[in-house]
């Protein structure tokens, strides 16, 4: 039993030994240098990869701002004026209402597009205005129409348009 006892003292202490050789020895110098290189290199590389996306980001945020700059200015100058700014161009030969709220305009809408289309001449009668052609058509016939619709296809608003025969004819 003693020998055992001296055998795992003496295997102990080699393993000590050992380690402790380990500890002083560090890596030779060229491998820690082509490793310090290497290392460097990533760093410098990784570097480029953001200086260049955000130069991208940066770029592509001064665009998104250069070209909402006019329509801002535009809505704010309707604004300004007492006038409802246009969601959707209208040419100087259309009248159109002011965007009247549908059943659903309460509902939130994250996006929308104004839709141009005909519907029918006694929809203008359902929301209190008179057909231009007077009251004996207003039951026949179609009138054109922008609607609002959100993102999620419910209609939100509507505005009714009418070409003007005369270009310089006001609403």
């Known amino acids: 039993m003693s020998d055992a006892r001296e055998s795992g003292g003496v ?45 991208i980001l940066t770029f592509a945020a001064m665009l998104a701002i250069a070209a909402a700059i006019p329509a801002w200015r535009s809505m704010r100058s ?5 006038r409802e700014p246009s969601l959707a161009p209208t040419s100087r030969r259309e009248v159109t209402t002011a965007f009247m ?33 007077g009251i004996d058509s207003a039951a026949s016939g179609k009138v054109l129409a922008d609607v609002i619709v959100g993102d999620d296809g419910l209609a939100r608003a509507v505005r009714f348009v009418r070409r003007s025969e005369q270009e310089g004819q006001h609403p």
């Open 101 to 133: 709220p549908l059943a659903y305009s309460s509902v939130p809408m994250t996006e929308g597009h104004v839709v141009r289309m005909e519907v029918p001449r006694a929809s203008l009668v359902s929301f209190g205005l008179v057909p231009a052609d």
């Open 11 to 55: 295997l102990n202490e080699a393993l000590r030994a050992i380690s402790a050789e380990d500890a002083a020895a560090g890596a030779p110098a060229a491998v820690e240098a082509r490793v310090m290189r290497e290392f460097r290199a990533a760093a410098s590389a990784r570097r480029r990869r953001v200086r260049a996306s955000v130069a």
């Open 78 to 82: 309707h604004r300004e004026a007492g």
